[in-house]
């Protein structure tokens, strides 16, 4: 029986307005994204998800509540 042949995954080209464009590679920089499609991921999960207070979200530690930065990480948690 023959194998299958394994599938490929293709680059999707978005065209889009520069002040997106900026606005999610400053988004990626500043929360350490691998690519643009893993901030805009990132983003919906965010606004999908309230927040939960002291957690850190690069390294998902969970500090005390009125912590300002990250007990592991040492990053700025994010402001409520």
């Known amino acids: 029986m023959p ?4 599938k490929s995954h293709a680059s ?3 065209r889009m307005p520069a002040e997106l464009k ?3 590679e400053d988004y990626v920089t500043e929360h350490e994204c691998n690519s643009m499609s893993e ?3 990132a983003i ?3 606004k999908l998800n309230p927040p939960i207070p002291g957690l850190c979200w690069p390294c ?6 009125d912590a300002r930065y990250c ?4 990053k700025k948690l994010q402001d409520d």
């Open 39 to 41: 901030a805009i991921i």
């Open 60 to 65: 998902n530690y969970q500090n005390p509540v």
């Open 12 to 14: 999707v080209s978005i």
């Open 22 to 24: 900026n606005s999610l």
């Open 71 to 74: 007990c592991q990480c040492g």
């Open 3 to 6: 194998k299958a042949k394994a």
């Open 44 to 46: 919906l999960v965010e």
